[in-house]
């Protein structure tokens, strides 16, 4: 098992020093979150090391990334590079850091799309990517409360934020995230159904 000290020069030496302050502050966030839900604090922390570790590489490089790690883009990554970097960063991770586990390898993929069905460990870092202390984005205190009120509700209140935003820069949305917005919402309605007392 590669050591935290050596992930963390790879990191330094991949990342600009931006995202690399970025990294640290979501590994961070990862594992107070990790802490607050029962979830494993450094199988947390290192997936926030992790999430973003190919951030920083060009397109060419992920290209070529993608061909050696037999990555076939879908139809909506074809036409969305920035979800590149969360494919090949878990790829990167197995192949080239020989990291084997697979929550690890899984919350760093979906870290920017999430997905259904999500484990804890994926919910933890997608929301702490949202939430890291670097964060200051018009609405982050909004998602903040919601992380804090529940994962649930965090991730409620995240997939929509993400998908807002998306339509209003003209990008496309990945499935898995809708599928991760319906999810929570089924959720939500079914809790306010029952405080209501209503069957449908
Ligand atoms: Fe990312
Ligand atoms: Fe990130």
């Known amino acids: ?8 020069k790879i990191l330094n030496s991949k990342l600009t020093s931006e995202r690399y302050a970025h990294t640290l502050c979501v590994a961070e966030e990862a594992a107070v979150l990790a ?4 979830a494993d604090k450094e ?3 290192l997936a926030g090391l992790l999430h973003d570790i190919c951030k920083s590489d060009n397109r060419d490089s992920l290209l070529q990334m993608m061909r050696e790690f037999g990555i076939i883009p879908d139809n909506v990554e074809e036409y969305a590079e920035k979800l590149w970097h969360a494919r090949v960063g878990a790829a990167f991770c197995r192949q080239r850091l020989g990291i084997e586990d697979e929550d690890v390898l899984s919350a760093v993929r979906y870290h920017t799309t999430a997905r259904a069905g999500m484990s804890l460990l994926e919910k933890i870092v997608f929301l702490a990517d949202y939430i890291s202390a670097d964060r200051d984005y018009e609405g982050v205190q909004e998602i903040r ?3 804090y009120a529940g994962l649930d509700s965090g991730m409620r209140v ?8 998306l339509i209003k820069k003209q990008r496309l949305i990945h499935p898995n995230t809708v599928a991760a917005y319906n999810e929570a919402m089924r959720e939500w309605v ?11």
Not at 35 to 38: A, E, I, N, S, W
């Open 1 to 8: 098992m590669i050591e935290i000290s050596e992930i963390k």
């Open 145 to 147: 409360t919601a992380v």
């Open 35 to 38: 802490k607050r839900y029962g």
């Open 190 to 200: 079914t809790v306010n159904r029952l405080r209501s007392g209503k069957s449908i």
């Open 43 to 45: 199988k947390a922390r």
């Open 158 to 165: 995240a997939a929509a934020f993400s998908m807002r935003e």
